[in-house]
DNA sequence: TGCTGCAATGCACAGCTGTGCAAGCGCTTG
DNA sequence: CAAGCGCTTGCACAGCTGTGCATTGCAGCA
């Protein structure tokens, strides 16, 4: 029996499943539920004794301290939301996980929102991580309506969108415009004037702006420009986008993929139809994934760093937790060129932030 | 003034920042708090018109329901941990992503926790997510100590292991060992006798599965093995051991790689060195992950299917809901051969579940 | 010895929700 | 017309924690 006082029910501390409270430590300890609250509090008025008791009492019983009823009370939960499309491709993948350890760096608890593109999908997302009382909210694809913003900042839940311009929220985004603009530049540099572009029917901003920025420096330098867009922003993509660009007549000497992954599927297709890279074609990309330092691609292409993106990302929710009712902040990345064996630039150490 | 009887204070709603809850939505539309909360309960009862009143107000309030009282009154928070570590590489970047997808078509929050092998970080990862009182934790690598299984015990917090044989929990694995000791024999069925076995030194008990029951039946079958570990069970892994199998004097006709990542280091060694895949050398991977059929590639694998493998860990969550009691269930897939051109078997046909 | 001050501890409340229980109300039926 | 019944609705409690406030006990000092 030991018969502590217990006094009216309750006892039994697996009682209907439900986990070890305080109330159960304090119990065990002979102490206060107060007590064990401070015990777990850092800072808190607590003898050391009295600690150490409930500590070895809390030890025995595989006590932890509940969440959410912590979060209840102090309204915040911890909890950041990640809403990600297809986070398991390309530079996504990576972009996410390195968010997911910053975050997990920084105290908090990323949660995982893999979900499609559609508005009622995204706003069912919102609904959950609002919900949960999420403490941001990190967009990592997909253009929510603007009712999604208004319904994060009635909810005062700060929210960063990435890799895309977005005024109504603070964001973060590569200068992928630059880059473009650049790979034409260099294209023309080395003499070439029939340049390809391989996008992608998407429709996406990001991919979008590569596109633009591409053909109108292209456009200005008076090279030629044929544009071939596979359906998906990936390989399959990549493979389309090469077959229209290369077994046309009038095969370009150079192409530009908004993408590594596209890239890939070029230089694929490329290689079947018999051509050698660079000698025949020089292709660049863009992200830098590590498949494209594999020596199958040995791909020259823009660099997105995710480290830097979810770093820059994290330093954003700490500013914007500090100051709250500050107007939209607007990051803008460089992206250097990391140059391989797919294109040699003219002069390398001309670029900036060139490397091997 | 918009005079309501607002009694006493905490009239505004915005008030501390503090979002909007059940008690703001009943004042706005007139009726008690309960009221709210049968309303956002499918099958309470209440009056449509009150229902659409109250959903009205809570429109207009932007209310959503707090998930962290609804829990905390319930005792389950609809969270489900995923722990892994490096979840943006290969196969368990497409595992980490079905899961997601599974869990919250199932109606659950992923929590992804990205960490470290180390037992520390495991113990870490658990206390994170019983302080958030996660309703069930999925483990998708790393070796947690047993102390990690008794106290989910205790705080009845069911745990699934993928990929590994853990009697202490629920665990699904492919049966690595089976398609290892299918490749051996596909091998010597083609006649070869020197044969590659391309691993890591990581010590996974995955990779140790598949290691073992190759070189089992190939000294079996009378073949010779050579074995060569890379650092890490990815691309740069498989290039050590594409150098230390082929650039020796004695190279072998087909090389079993314990991973895709591997065979890919493994191929693009050994085309720099000059050789013909498959006519100089064979190469058979193993997860089928989506660069094994690209064009570079064309990597004849073991396919794990990640969907699979999220719907049977889904599965196994509501089984578990129904029965906590169970002794621990252990689930073991086949892994069918896809046929491509690294290497070709005799009778393709012959092999169960092959496809092209 | 007696007083002052500080550390430690318990009480009670707030934070938000779901739900059992009882009461109110309108409608149907004999 | 009266009784009874079923649908609604409000009250109050439970679930777990952090913390302000008051109280207690002890040590240090005059």
Redesign the pocket.
């Known amino acids: 029996m030991t018969a502590d006082k217990n006094s009216t029910t ?1 006892d039994k501390i697996s009682d209907k499943l ?2 070890v ?3 159960h430590v304090a119990r065990q300890a002979g ?5 064990v ?2 015990a ?2 850092p800072g ?5 004794e ?1 600690r150490e008791k409930i500590m070895r009492a809390a030890e025995e019983l595989g006590y932890q ?2 969440d959410l ?2 979060g ?4 915040q939960s911890r909890l950041v939301g990640l809403v990600v499309t297809k986070p398991e491709v390309g530079f996504r993948a990576h972009l996410a996980a390195a968010l997911t350890k910053a975050l997990i760096h920084r105290g908090n608890v990323p949660v995982m929102i893999n979900t499609g593109q559609t508005e009622q999908e995204l706003i069912s997302a919102q609904k959950t991580l609002l919900g949960h009382r999420a403490e941001a909210t990190i967009i990592l694809s997909g253009s929510p309506p603007s009712s999604f913003f208004e319904l994060a900042r009635r909810n005062g839940q700060p929210l960063v969108v990435i890799g895309r311009s977005e005024p109504e929220a603070d964001h973060i985004q590569t200068d992928g415009g630059a880059a473009a603009k650049l790979a034409a530049a260099m294209f023309v540099a080395r003499g070439m004037t029939k340049l390809g572009l391989a996008g992608s029917l998407s429709g996406t901003p990001t991919i979008t702006e590569r596109e633009d920025a591409f053909r109108a420096e292209a456009a200005r330098l008076g090279a030629e420009v044929v544009i071939a867009r596979g359906r998906d922003t990936d390989y399959a993509g990549g493979l389309q986008a090469g077959r229209a660009l290369i077994d046309g007549q009038s095969r370009p000497q150079a192409i530009f993929c908004v993408n590594d992954l596209i890239a890939f599927g070029v230089m694929d297709h490329a290689r079947q139809a018999g051509l050698d890279i660079p000698s025949d074609l020089c292709v660049v990309g863009f992200d830098d994934v590590p498949e494209a330092g594999w020596l199958a691609y040995r791909l020259t292409t823009f660099r997105q760093d995710p480290e830097t993106m979810a770093a820059r990302a994290v330093a954003l929710l700490d500013l914007r937790q500090r100051e709250p009712d500050l107007a939209p902040i607007r990051q803008r990345l460089s992206v250097p060129l990391v140059v391989r064996g797919s294109f040699v630039p003219h002069h390398a150490g001309r670029f900036p932030d060139s490397s091997s």
Chains 1, 2 share one sequence.
Do not use: D, K, Q
């Open positions: 309750g439900r986990s409270s305080a109330l102490v206060s539920r107060s007590a609250s401070r777990f509090t808190a008025s607590v003898a050391t009295t301290v509940n009823a912590r209840l009370l102090a309204n």
